[in-house]
């Protein structure tokens, strides 16, 4: 783990096995932090926090420094692209992808660390008043194992580019390329003093659960399950520590008769079968004009049906392993259980038969939204078709879930995908393409979907607190 500017073991010295899930090999072993490790950590965090090196740094050379260290993720770009394969599953092509998107992140908040402006305030009277917006101090990032890297830098930048510092904690199955990054950005030197930048590895249950709860820590960010982030803010409550949480998602791609099906149905697969469809804001659920049900479905099983399956860094393959065995058997299960209440296997359903975490690209159709199918984040290579005859009739279904993340429209009439996005109850609609964001476009669900936004200049909003001033002249 990297604590106040070493590498360390954890207090006790236990540790915790990683594999490659496609492989079932046990591929390293990593520090599992105590309690006295988060203590340690949260200390050196808050000495950095107030070092004059860190508080007094001109905002502009925190931008030069976050530049740095995208350049050098693009750099080490391959290598942690394909660690991140051997230790999540996922193909080396989609790693690549997410880490050189994380570093773009880290190049669009380098450029916005001295644009972090407060306003002046017209008041009566003889006064001048104004709003300084100061960094939020110590912050906590919780990341899942879905995109490891990816989502660590997704909140790592916004915080450093804001004056806070950073305590980082990858997922207990995930932890190499967050480690691996730590390790090339603490060997270049980028100029980050020491203790702004931390990484501790362990579970959530006990490092995650003593982050949350740290009187310590000023804020939490949290990618991971609602369960998880129920517990997080719970914890972080005792406190009153804010928290930025974005958890699960049943994200529907509602695809109108005017659509152009061969981009859908590309998309479509895209959009769950990416990643093995360990993605929150999956297209899990298909809805469907009646008229273009038949077609799409057979475009979409076609389009899949080409689609490599196998180890992630196997040159061709398109769809990689699930994360682990303990996954696979939960979204098989989940499967089952829905497919008690209907629902036809029109594709796929199945374990492969080979060793590894792997799993058929599975299509279900006539799915109500009483279903679990329809319901439930399954959080694998599972999607569902649902039909629909009236355009009120699909913004019901896609609404009728508790989740509220991403939403594709697919239509070529501009007044009802309009109106669709407008209706949508959803952080974030894409019409005609899935699932797309940038780093400078806000990643923010709605209802169980999470709370607070992650990327674009709203994110830093939550790194900074307002401060109101006023003088009287
Ligand atoms: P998870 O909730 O099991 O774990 C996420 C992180 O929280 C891990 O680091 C884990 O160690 C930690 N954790 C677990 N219990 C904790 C506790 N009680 N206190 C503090 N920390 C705790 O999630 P996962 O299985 O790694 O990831 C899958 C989930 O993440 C899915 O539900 C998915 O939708 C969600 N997700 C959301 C987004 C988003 O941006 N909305 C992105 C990716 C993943």
Redesign the pocket.
């Known amino acids: 783990m990297w604590v106040a500017g070493e590498w360390c073991a954890a207090s006790d010295d236990a540790t915790g096995e990683v594999l490659n899930p496609a492989t079932g090999e046990t591929i390293a072993s990593v520090p599992r932090a105590t309690i006295a490790d988060v203590d340690r950590a949260v200390d050196a965090s808050r000495t950095a926090l107030n070092a004059p090196e860190w508080k007094a740094m001109d905002p502009a050379q925190r931008g030069r420094i976050l530049n740095k260290m995208a350049a050098v993720t693009y750099q080490h770009a391959k290598s942690l692209a394909k660690l991140e394969s051997e230790n999540n599953g996922k193909t080396f092509r989609e790693a690549l992808s997410e880490i050189r998107y994380g570093a773009w992140t880290l190049e669009y908040y380098a450029g916005m660390s001295d644009k972090i402006e407060g306003s002046t305030i017209p008041v009566p009277g003889p006064r001048l008043n104004y709003t300084l917006r100061q960094p939020l101090g110590v912050t906590a990032h919780?990341?899942?194992?879905?995109?490891p890297l990816q989502?660590a830098l997704r909140s790592i930048a916004p915080a450093l580019a804001a004056g806070c510092t950073v305590i980082a904690?990858?997922?207990?199955?995930t932890p190499l390329s967050l480690l691996s990054w730590a390790r090339v950005i603490d060997e270049a030197d980028v100029g980050l003093p020491t203790g702004v930048l931390q990484v501790l590895t362990g579970?959530?249950?006990i490092?995650?659960?003593a982050?949350?709860g740290h009187p310590g820590v000023d804020g939490v960010v949290?990618?991971?399950?609602?369960?998880?982030?129920q517990?997080?803010m719970a914890?972080a409550s005792e406190n009153l520590t804010p928290v930025t949480l974005?958890?699960?998602?049943k994200g529907a791609n509602v695809v109108f008769s005017d659509a152009n099906l061969r981009y859908a149905a590309k998309a479509i697969c895209f959009g769950i079968f990416m990643n093995a469809g360990?993605?929150?804001?999956a297209g899990s659920r298909l809805l469907v004009h009646h008229d273009i049900h038949d077609a799409l479905v057979e475009a979409v099983c076609a389009e899949v049906s080409k689609w490599p399956v196998g180890p992630g860094l196997e040159d061709g393959v398109r769809m990689g392993s699930l994360v682990h065995q303990r996954h696979r058997e939960d979204v098989l299960e989940k499967l089952a259980r829905g497919l008690k209440d209907g629902g036809k296997v029109v594709l796929g359903g199945n374990a492969l038969d080979r060793e590894g975490a792997f799993m058929e690209a599975t299509v279900v159709t006539g799915v109500l939204p009483t279903n679990s199918l329809f319901q439930e984040?399954l959080?694998g290579p599972v999607l569902t078709v649902t039909p629909f005859e009236t355009d009120e009739e699909a913004l019901k279904m896609a609404n009728d879930t508790p989740f509220g993340?991403l939403n594709g429209v697919w239509t070529n009439d501009l007044g009802r995908a309009h109106r669709m996005a407008r209706d949508l109850e959803c952080g974030m609609v894409s019409i005609n393409e899935y699932p797309i964001t940038f780093p400078q476009t806000a990643?923010t669900?709605w209802k169980h979907?999470?709370i607070g936004v992650?990327q674009s200049q709203d994110a830093l909003r939550f790194y900074t607190k307002v401060k109101n001033v006023n003088v009287k002249l």
Not at 142 to 147: A, E, G, L, R
Not at 169 to 173: D, L, Q, R, Y
Not at 246 to 249: M, P, Q, S
Not at 278 to 281: E, P, R
């Open positions: 919780i990341v899942p194992w879905n995109f989502l904690k990858p997922a207990s199955w579970s959530g249950a490092a995650g659960d982050l949350a949290l990618t991971g399950g609602v369960p998880t982030g517990a997080v914890k974005e958890l699960g998602g360990q993605m929150c804001w984040e959080f993340l990643f669900g979907s999470g992650e």
